[in-house]
């Protein structure tokens, strides 16, 4: 699909069809993950792919509930390592670009998804200390977000502001 095509396409998508997604679908949204930019290219980010229908259910109740958490084929956290982001860029690297480079991974790979015909949603209301318990991270990895994917079954409106009211052209250029 082309790039502009994607990103128009998107949504976040919360009802998913039962079809589980294919393993090699799975493997591309990783590979377009990593791919992402990172701060000096520490690439810190970690992701734990879950299709265990008992666990999706166990984090969809981590997640206050969010019933596509366990109707989608796949959940996929996305993490990064402390003591790397610490290693590269001391505490900026852990609150700031880390944080930044896990976003990027998410972008990449949601857009990809859409590219194949599949759904996500980007899940950041999630608690944390039963997300860590029941996925067993190590101490030394921060969960950023949780990801959901599946073949969609719906495509729901968004909108966006104007972007008159989010841009400011700091010379004399204006918008046409
Ligand atoms: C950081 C972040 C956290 C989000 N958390 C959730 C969430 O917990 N549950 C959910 O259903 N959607 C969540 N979303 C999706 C947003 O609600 C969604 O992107 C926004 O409403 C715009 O809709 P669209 O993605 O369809 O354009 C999150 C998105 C981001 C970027």
Redesign the pocket.
Known sequence: MDLLKAILW???I?RYKPEPVEQEKILELLKAAVWAPSAGNTQSWRFWVVKKPELKLELSRA?NG?S?VREASHVILVGFNEDEARRAYGNRGVTLFAIQDTAAAIQNLILRATDLGLGT??????DEYKTRELLELPRNIKPV?LVTVGYPAEK?E?RRKDIKEVVRFTDDQTFI
């Open positions: 998107r949504r976040s919360r997640c969010q596509h949603c980007w899940v950041g209301s999630f977000a729901p968004s």
